[in-house]
């Protein structure tokens, strides 16, 4: 690999690569991030290889090995270009047929994409509903570049930004453009990012400045990050290069955690590279200018996501939270000034310096412009990361993107913002995203996660379930984090299977407000909001669980019991699915569920075919009983 | 110089300041447990908690960890501060009953029962210890261990360290807990229960020769007189 010593040697080394470029070149493009190998991408590589090289097709057809698309739902998904056609959920043998129908430049009609709504087969992947509706400035590099390969980043443009802010000498200039932009973190609070770099740039320079990636994306339920890093490493490095130009930084610190090696090993790779260029490290392009960035793995801790815990990880120290003031831009790493900016945050700022602040200003709200990438999961048709602008509606993305409810019931809540978040019923759907609204509606942006909930979903255990999380999470630092969020948990424990009475809901919302006010850092100040918002849209589904013991979405096991009725054939189908021995009863005749051994798991319900297993309210004395 | 309002009053005070040590100079008083003086200042019991800021910026912060600001409005017992605390010695209360300290402070704030499934703990992980092993003792013998609610306070792998020198400071600073010495296994004491000068050597019988591991005993030398 060739280092680049002058700016000029990049830039004619960049068009010499983007003259090479052919786009109607046939392509065959495999998603291949966490969620393409996980449904078998690496199958279909290894089926592509194997058949180009047998054929001796590889001057005709390329491959290319990309991180996620998006559409995780339709896993492994294979995208063709020039035409961009687009066939989900691909298997061994249907692969072998789409390579020789590329080789014909055919399409295959009955592989392609079918449109649950409306029934019709849709070919390219821009006119699919899940696509259309999205703005994908961040996300629609993934598919152009195997991030394995530096060349594919800049022939697509990369390091052009770089070099821009290199040949200006203003790094004043560069400050000006990010605060221009309105570019707000992206990591949850929302905090303007340029405000943050220029009071950064201010903090004198002492013995080093650090910049940090926070890449420590531990939201249930939340992946943005990961496909970032997983798919456009580059982009984060570059966002990083031009920050650190901005404000004077020498060192930055790109922080993963563990739990994404695939993340980890795209970022090794993609550091290698780019320090074989000459675009990382000391005299960057002939300029003078210098920074070093390494990689940091965290060991897996929720609340390392919080930057004071970040910093004191990354110090080889117990991630523990410490009081802001000083914040991190005075007073960081090693007592050294720092600027943390999440994955999303740097990704965007190439596409500012590239485009402008005024172009990137044209996308999104007055006060919050640029996009947002959310991960779309639950029970909407179709599942995956979505890039949007701010100041979509939530209906839009819930029922224009995701297609509507997946199952019979309809849509009741969205929670976003993860265990951070709050639940937002359907009926306030007219809301829009950014920072101030979500915030107002008692949840939060958070890095972006978006869980949608039908009616099946049992907000007391939503509630439950986040508390269990965030108890076996929470530092334990402060007092009233560690012991409020535990004993939330107790309490929605005790409403959950129907021994709590009205005072407990008193003492619950008197607590939850407890914990907000008096944590230390973000995780405890936010832990509540779970709680706090459903008790406030879905006071309602309290109350029938502790005056009525009864849980209307049949969630919560201790509240309801499963019986058999009229309806059985005696197929035994269920008595064999149950694990528990809990069924009994002689071939065609109807069956019987002994109470005392179920564990009401359901899964005699879910395999019986004539609906003879009910799921209903126990009865008050039974459950006093039990 | 920095100029600041606590309860109304305008007070000065050097940059650096706490809010708590700048409270407590002009008499405002404000329950602790972690803090202590030498130490440095950790937050992990809230129970410091002042008011800061105006209207719907007003939030509550750690009076031991936050430092002074120019033209800070601090109020050390708004309604919304006395509740909060309120509620903290509540769960103090359902989780370390027989402490003295907390007992004292409950009734001090009118608390005088708890609404959670009683607990009985002792240690509520203030970090005085482990601050003044390290700190004041230069020893970091003890530390704490886990996250959430699994937390807990004791040696590696739950032997007696060896940087442990056995001088009880432990034990002096905990504000609320019981004594945490487990005479009869000293492999496994994080503190030589012989320095509070109390019985041990007395019941010398019931625990054989295992009963003091300290060399010289501390408590034997004092009674020796």
């Known amino acids: ?626 | 110089m920095i100029t600041l309002f606590v309860n109304g009053l305008e007070v000065s005070a050097e940059e650096g300041t706490t809010i708590l040590e700048l409270a407590r100079s002009y008499g405002f008083p404000i329950p602790t447990l972690c803090h202590m003086d030498g130490l440095s200042p950790y937050g992990a019991c809230r129970l410091c908690v002042v008011e800061i800021g105006e209207g719907s910026n007003a939030k509550l912060v750690s009076s031991c960890t936050y430092p002074v600001e120019e033209g800070l409005r601090v109020r050390t017992a708004s309604s919304r501060v006395v509740r909060a605390r309120r509620m903290i010695l509540e769960l103090l209360l359902a989780s370390c009953p027989q402490s003295k300290t907390i007992q004292d402070l409950a009734s001090a704030y009118d608390v005088h029962q708890q609404r959670f499934k009683q607990e009985y703990e002792d240690c509520i992980l203030c970090g005085r210890c482990v601050r003044v092993c390290e700190e004041q003792m230069r020893a970091k013998a003890i530390g704490f261990r886990g996250r959430g609610e699994r937390r807990s306070l004791g040696t590696p792998f739950d032997q007696k360290s060896e940087d442990c020198r056995l001088c009880g400071a432990c034990m002096y600073v905990c504000p609320a807990c019981q004594l945490r010495c487990t005479y009869t296994e000293p492999e496994k004491a994080i503190c030589g229960g012989c320095a509070n000068l109390s019985p041990p050597c007395l019941k010398k019988s019931s625990f054989d020769d295992l009963m003091c591991y300290m060399e010289p005993c501390v408590a034997c030398e004092i009674k020796k007189d």
Request: glycine share 10%; with cysteine; net charge positive.
């Open chain 1, 1 to 626: 690999m060739e280092t680049f010593k002058t700016i000029d040697q990049f830039i004619s080394f960049q068009s010499h690569l983007i003259k090479k470029l052919n786009p109607a070149h046939p392509t065959i493009i495999i998603s291949a991030g966490t969620c393409g190998q996980a449904s078998g991408a690496n199958d279909l590589i290894r089926i592509v290889k194997r058949e180009l090289l047998s054929k001796k097709w590889t001057d005709q057809i390329r491959l290319r090995i990309t991180g996620c698309h998006g559409f995780c739902e339709m896993e492994p998904s294979v995208l063709i270009e020039p035409k961009r056609t687009f066939y989900p959920k691909v298997n061994v043998k249907d692969m072998v047929r789409i390579i020789k129908a590329v080789a014909e430049d055919k399409v295959i009609e009955e592989l392609l994409y079918l449109n649950p709504s409306t029934g019709e087969r849709i070919e390219t992947q821009d006119e699919i509903p899940f696509f259309k509706n999205q703005i994908r400035t961040l996300l629609s590099l993934n598919e152009k570049i195997d991030p394995i390969r530096i060349d594919n980043y800049i022939e697509q443009g990369g390091y052009k930004a770089i070099v821009k802010v290199l040949s200006k000498r203003e790094p004043r200039g560069v400050i000006e453009e990010i605060k221009a932009s309105t570019l707000r973190g992206r990591g949850g609070a929302g905090f303007p990012t340029g405000l943050k770099w220029e009071r950064f740039a201010e903090q004198p320079d002492g013995k080093g400045k650090f910049l940090i990636c926070n890449g420590d994306e531990g939201d249930p339920g939340a992946y943005m990050d990961r496909s970032l890093l997983e798919g456009n490493p580059h982009s984060v490095i570059e966002g990083m290069l031009v920050g650190a130009y901005a404000t004077g930084a020498n060192e930055g610190i790109l922080y993963v955690r563990n739990e994404y090696p695939l993340a980890i090993k795209h970022l090794v790779i993609a550091l290698r590279q780019a320090y074989q260029m000459g675009l990382l490290g000391s005299n960057i392009l002939g300029t003078g200018f210098s920074f070093n960035l390494q990689l940091v793995r965290g060991a897996g801790a929720f609340v390392c996501g919080e930057e004071t815990a970040l910093i004191k990880s990354i110090e080889g120290m117990m991630g523990e939270p410490v009081q802001r003031p000083p914040f991190p831009v005075r007073k960081g790493l090693y007592g050294k000034p720092t600027l943390i900016n999440n994955v999303e945050t740097w990704a965007n700022v190439p596409i500012i310096i590239n485009t402008g602040a005024q172009e990137f200003k044209k996308i999104g709200t007055e006060r919050n412009s640029g996009t947002k990438i959310f991960s779309l999961v639950g029970k909407v048709k179709h599942t995956g990361l979505i890039e949007v602008p701010m100041g979509i509606t939530l209906k839009e993305i819930v029922y224009g993107i995701g297609g509507g409810s997946s199952g019979k019931t309809e849509i009741k809540a969205i929670q976003t913002g993860g265990p951070s978040g709050g639940c937002i019923p359907a009926t306030r759907f007219d809301l829009t995203i950014d920072y101030e609204s979500l915030k107002a509606a008692q949840s939060m942006m958070g890095s972006g996660g978006m869980i949608v909930m039908d009616e099946h979903t049992c907000m007391v255990d939503v509630a439950k379930y986040f508390m269990n999380f965030l108890k076996e999470e929470s530092c334990g630092k402060c007092f009233t984090c560690r012991k409020g969020i535990q004993r939330m948990y107790e309490i929605l424990n005790d409403i959950s299977s129907g021994k709590a009475d009205r005072s407990t809901l008193d003492l619950l919302e008197e607590l939850s407000t407890t914990v907000r006010d008096t944590t230390l850092c973000g995780l405890g100040q936010t832990a509540a909001n779970p709680v706090l918002s459903t008790l406030h849209y879905f006071r309602q589904e309290y109350l029938e669980h502790i005056d009525h013991h009864h849980c209307p979405a049949g969630v919560c096991k201790p509240l309801i019991t499963y019986t058999i009725n009229e309806h059985c054939s005696g197929c035994q189908l269920c008595l064999r699915t149950c694990s528990v021995g809990a069924i009994t009863g002689e071939k065609k005749k109807p069956h019987h569920i002994d109470q005392t051994k179920c564990i009401k798991c359901g899964a005699c319900g879910d395999v019986c075919k004539f609906s003879a297993i009910e799921m209903r309210p126990i009865e008050t004395s039974q459950r006093t009983k039990g």
